[in-house]
């Protein structure tokens, strides 16, 4: 008995939705694989280049518009910013950080001094943004130098204001409090024993 064997040729359709699936893979493969390589080199970047930072200015009343606004129940608000700062030749360098993140700004910082050119910052300064884009990113891609604490204050600070307790004196005295921990670790005690003295919370 001869067994007869049929192979079917597939279609030229089949054949090119079979290409083009393995093509996606691959190029889903070589997307996912430049995209891992652009966030390890953010977060060096950020590493050498970047701040975390906080700082507190005093807010009194103002006039606006016919009217007095009144400054914070402390006299105090604190100012948020995640940062990085380059100069005029690596400007590329701070676009495709802001391009990656979609969020924040770039600022000129003109200089007037012996040096020749400009400093650009990449700011990210909205509370918002900070919470939703900035954080997210680097609690998952871990920065490996120093920043890496400033970075977790950073974290304690806005998740502290996120509840408001930037708006209370108790709360605020906190929040100087981590500030001191941060950066160059400026003292705060004068700021401290202001808000110590005041009679309300």
């Not at 083009?20 to 070589?30: G, W």
């Not at 998952?140 to 890496?148: E, G, P, V, W, Y």
């Not at 409090?177 to 919370?201: A, G, P, V």
Request: net charge positive; with cysteine.
């Amino acid at each position: 008995m001869l067994l007869v064997i049929y192979y079917k040729k597939p279609s030229t359709l089949a054949y090119l939705s079979q290409i083009i699936k393995m093509s996606k893979k691959v190029f889903n493969a070589e997307d996912q694989q430049e995209r891992l390589m652009k966030i390890g080199w953010i977060v060096g970047f950020v590493d050498g280049e970047g701040c975390f930072s906080v700082n507190i200015v005093k807010q009194n009343e103002r006039k606006e518009k016919n009217r007095i606004r009144k400054g914070y129940k402390t006299g105090f608000q604190i100012m948020h910013e995640f940062a990085v700062t380059q100069g005029e030749k690596s400007l590329s360098s701070l676009n495709i950080i802001k391009d990656f993140f979609g969020v924040g700004g770039l600022y000129v910082n003109r200089r007037y001094d012996n040096h020749k050119e400009n400093l650009y910052r990449y700011c990210v300064r909205k509370r918002e943004d900070l919470s939703n884009v900035i954080i997210p990113f680097f609690e998952k891609n871990i920065l490996q130098t120093s920043k890496a604490n400033d970075f977790r204050l950073f974290v304690e600070i806005i998740r502290d204001m996120e509840k408001d307790l930037h708006l209370t004196k108790s709360g605020l005295i906190k929040i100087v409090n981590l500030m001191q921990l941060m950066n160059h670790k400026k003292d705060r005690s004068e700021i401290i024993r202001i808000l110590r003295n005041q009679t309300s919370d």
